[in-house]
């Protein structure tokens, strides 16, 4: 059992820089994949970035360069610092726990979403 609380969202300009954070409960932190994922209204939640239990990456394509996963097993706490921001990357991101991947279905435990938002 895990639970994850996101946060660090909010109003940007295009152009900045955030930082998510995702908290995570109990002692198994370390034996799972997280993942970023993130939903816009009337779309479809997509995969965002993913870290392994041994610190593996992978990024979809439009954020590569700009977003950069990492984590700290010792604080239980999973980042995604995301610079350059654009519109389009307004939406509702969640942090999940699970098996190293692009696809939601493989991920057991998530977060209650935080909402990031970047003007033109």
């Known amino acids: 059992q895990v639970q994850l609380v996101e946060s660090g969202g909010g109003l940007v300009q295009a152009g900045g820089s955030l930082r998510l954070s995702c908290a995570a409960s109990?002692?198994?932190?370390?034996?799972?994949?997280m993942g970023w994922f993130r939903q816009a209204p009337g779309k479809e939640r997509e995969f965002v970035a993913a870290?392994?239990?041994?610190?593996?990456?992978d990024y979809e394509d439009s954020v590569k360069g700009r977003f950069t996963i990492s984590r700290d097993n010792a604080k239980n706490t999973v980042y995604l610092q995301m610079a350059s921001l654009k519109p389009e990357d307004t939406a509702v991101y969640y942090c999940?726990?699970?098996?190293?991947?692009?696809?939601?279905?493989?991920?057991?435990?998530w977060g209650q979403g935080t909402q990031v938002t970047v003007s033109s």
């Open positions: 109990g002692r198994t932190f370390g034996s799972y994949a």
């Open positions: 999940a726990a699970g098996n190293y991947g692009r696809k939601p279905a493989w991920y057991d435990y």
């Open positions: 870290i392994s239990w041994s610190g593996n990456t």
